[in-house]
């Protein structure tokens, strides 16, 4: 029903911006409430960001509120991640997920479980 790719992941330097796209298939893009999330080796994934249905709404984890921005294109069917001022600790594997369960509604989580599409992930990886 909904597939989803991540891109733009590579090797920055601390300090540095990076960009992550999630492209999503079919047609009720716009319907669905959006995030992101990230796993690190040895690490339980986390939470990163999530995003409404019409981009009204967002929601940051506190390790990256003021640092990442997380935005969409409907007309896309595109999520994208703009991440800043880098640092090691935002080194990992960067999931694209959408929440079908809550068409067309501002309401947010920060819970993986109520994810139920995922994209297969993106490599970042923060140098010192």
């Known amino acids: 029903q909904v597939q989803l790719v991540e891109s733009g992941g590579g090797l920055v330097q601390a300090g540095g911006s990076l960009e992550l796209s999630c492209a999503a298939s079919?047609?009720?893009?716009?319907?669905?409430?959006m995030g992101w999330f990230r796993q690190a080796p040895g690490k339980e994934r986390e939470f990163v960001a999530t995003?409404?249905?019409?981009?009204?709404?967002?929601y940051y984890a506190a390790s990256v509120k003021g640092r990442f921005t997380i935005s969409r294109d409907n007309a896309k069917n595109t999520e994208y991640l703009q991440m800043t001022s880098l640092k090691p600790e935002d080194t990992a594997v960067y999931y694209c997920?959408?929440?079908?369960?809550?068409?067309?509604?501002?309401?947010?989580?920060?819970?993986?479980?109520?994810?139920?599409?995922w994209g297969q992930g993106t490599q970042v990886t923060v140098s010192s």
């Open positions: 995003i409404n249905w019409n981009g009204g709404a967002r």
């Open positions: 079919g047609r009720n893009f716009s319907n669905y409430n």
């Open positions: 997920a959408a929440d079908t369960s809550k068409i067309l509604t501002p309401a947010l989580t920060a819970n993986q479980w109520e994810y139920d599409y």
